[in-house]
């Protein structure tokens, strides 16, 4: 009975349509890293200093994809291991929490990307630079960001019957997840007390950053995607180990950030 049990959720494991469940996780991979190519070397990054500090935009996105966002770094080692054994399961899962935690994070990547149009796109980028430039800018600036990736991607595998216990792709980007927003979690505290690192946006947090919808809509989504995370790992993860590694990550951050930005 045990052996037939295990090869029923075996059966379950498997994908319906293997092309989707290759295609959907290799795109939104591609898109991870070019948002955080973006961040060592776009125009007006709020991390290019970190490029200026070392001198080199690949060592200088060794250090944002080794620290600040570990995070996004293993949730996309796990979509490429997704699209090469897929396993996902794209059946619509119909509970409320989850359609509402859905619903959060489509409204957040929809709203992100509007405003970026209606405050920058159509009053700054198209008539200084033209509509391809600002296409461009729009693209590698918004649409490939953290925020507007985790809140299309987890907006739609939370309307899914995808568990963490079928699929250890998914668990492992659902780790990734969490650990990325257990880092950026203390950034906006330190920066709330004046001491977080030199990004320029963070320096005046509660007379500028906070007031800001991109920061809102940061915010907000990684609160839902942390929850969500959260409510599928609950079974499955080492809330003591996660814990663990989170603070060697702190230690390596700061050390690593300390060594390169000392005067």
Request: aromatic share 16%; hydrophobic share 55%.
């Amino acid at each position: 009975m045990e052996a037939q049990k295990q090869t029923t959720t075996i059966l379950q494991s498997k994908p319906k349509n293997k092309f989707l469940n290759r295609v959907f996780p290799l795109s939104l991979a591609i898109f991870l890293q070019i948002g955080t190519y973006y961040l060592v070397v776009g125009k007006g990054s709020p991390l290019i200093f970190i490029t200026e500090k070392v001198g080199s935009p690949l060592l200088a996105l060794i250090i944002i994809c080794s620290t600040v966002f570990i995070g996004v770094t293993l949730v996309t080692i796990g979509l490429l291991l997704e699209a090469w054994n897929p396993s996902l399961d794209f059946t619509l899962n119909k509970k409320r929490k989850w359609l509402f935690a859905s619903i959060i994070l489509f409204s957040v990547f929809i709203f992100l990307n509007i405003w970026w149009w209606i405050a920058h796109g159509l009053p700054n980028w198209v008539p200084n630079f033209g509509w391809q430039a600002a296409i461009i800018e729009w693209f590698f600036g918004v649409f490939t960001t953290d925020t507007s990736i985790f809140s299309l991607f987890f907006g739609i595998l939370f309307l899914t019957k995808s568990i963490p216990q079928k699929s250890s792709n998914y668990k492992f980007m659902l780790r990734g997840a969490v650990i990325h927003n257990l880092v950026l979690f203390p950034v906006y505290i330190l920066s709330a007390l004046g001491l977080t690192m030199p990004d320029p946006r963070m320096v005046n947090f509660w007379g500028y950053t906070i007031f800001q919808p991109w920061f809102q809509c940061d915010f907000i989504s990684e609160i839902v995607v942390f929850i969500g995370a959260i409510c599928l790992l609950r079974r499955s993860m080492n809330v003591k180990k996660l814990i663990l590694i989170v603070i060697v990550l702190f230690i390596v951050l700061f050390l690593l950030l300390g060594s390169v930005f000392r005067p």
